[in-house]
């Protein structure tokens, strides 16, 4: 079976501030998934940045070539994880208007993809109520979004210099979350080589009305 190094995980921060907290939380993440033995694939969203979604934009000249990136870098990674900031109670218009772009790619890119939310803000909640709802568009997409969401409170105070965080339990249960999500991604992908092992040596046939995954 192949091991967790050939797992990739696309991993971005849905702010574009030079100093935003949410990018911070996505290369903390990106180091954790590293050390762990995974690959990361670190984008900046500058590189997602797509104008307005407009139809007839779309007609006249196609999909932005932001969208078209997110959409390629999706492809070639497993799984992908954002750190959204959170504004007014919901995630940045620039995120939803990119998902809402590259939604118009076909097969959908987001489908069957597996996702991990995450954020951070000086508030006591931590941005959590932006991924609430990010959760919206990416499930109805069919991103299998995780159900365990990370939420960075008092973002602000909690770095250290070198980006790790200042408090072991809450640094323990973000790598544990992360952990969580690298095994569930590892299974999806690897599941139907142990299935298939599973037929071949202890002779149980696959049977369509209680498998949850196709062989
Ligand atoms: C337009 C706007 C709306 C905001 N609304 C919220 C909010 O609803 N809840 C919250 O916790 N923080 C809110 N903030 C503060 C952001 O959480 C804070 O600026 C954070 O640092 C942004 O993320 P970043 O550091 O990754 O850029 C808002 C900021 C802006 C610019």
Redesign the pocket.
Known sequence: MESRESLRYLIF?A?M?S?????QLAKLAATVIQGHGATVDYADMQEFDCPSYNGDMEQKSGIPSGANELRKRLEENDAFIIAS?????SMPGTLKNVIDWVSRFRPQPFNEKHSLLMS????M?G?N?ALWSLRIPLEHLGSRVFPDMFSLAS?HQVFNGDGTLNNTALAKRFEDNLVAFMNLVEAAKHYPCIKKAWVEFLGERPDPVIDRVEA
């Open positions: 921060s702010s501030r100093g935003s907290l949410n990018t900031p959170e504004y007014n109670a951070a803000s000086p508030s909640v941005g109520r973002a």
